[in-house]
Nanobody, 122 residues
Framework: QLQLVESGGGLVQPGGSLRLSCVAS????????IGWFRQAPGKEREGVSC????????TYAEPVRGRFTISRDNAKNTAYLQMNSLKAEDTAVYYC???????????????WGQGTQVTVSS
């Protein structure tokens, strides 16, 4: 069974950058669509970005488009989310997920990591 572990979160000032990683074990990451989601306090979990099996199709939610970049290295069984120009409203727990359908619908993803906290504050 696929297991996902996120890392790279932390505290950053507005305008700063972070790079999140999602390492897979138990199965081949390259067999899955990878999505990044986030959940802020008191809000529902929302889709941020997703990437196709080969990495050639990328989707971004409007709030992060132009600031975040999703990528994957199937040889390393790892996916990434590069986050630039961070804003206070990006503060949330970020989750990576693996599924079979491209998109930002939570129910399309079968496997989830435990999340990593990203806090944007001065």
């Amino acid at each position: 069974q696929l297991q996902l572990v996120e890392s790279g979160g932390g505290l950053v000032q507005p305008g700063g950058s972070l790079r999140l990683s999602c390492v897979a074990s138990g199965d081949t990451l390259g067999s899955y669509i990878i999505g990044w989601f986030r959940q802020a306090p008191g809000k529902e979990r929302e889709g941020v970005s997703c990437i196709s099996l080969g990495g050639n199709a990328l989707t971004y939610a409007e709030p992060v488009r132009g600031r975040f970049t999703i990528s994957r290295d199937n040889a390393k069984n790892t996916a990434y989310l590069q986050m630039n120009s961070l804003k206070a409203e990006d503060t949330a727990v970020y989750y990576c997920a693996a599924g079979r359908r491209h998109g930002l619908v939570l129910d399309d993803y079968e496997y989830w990591g435990q999340g990593t906290q990203v806090t944007v504050s001065s």
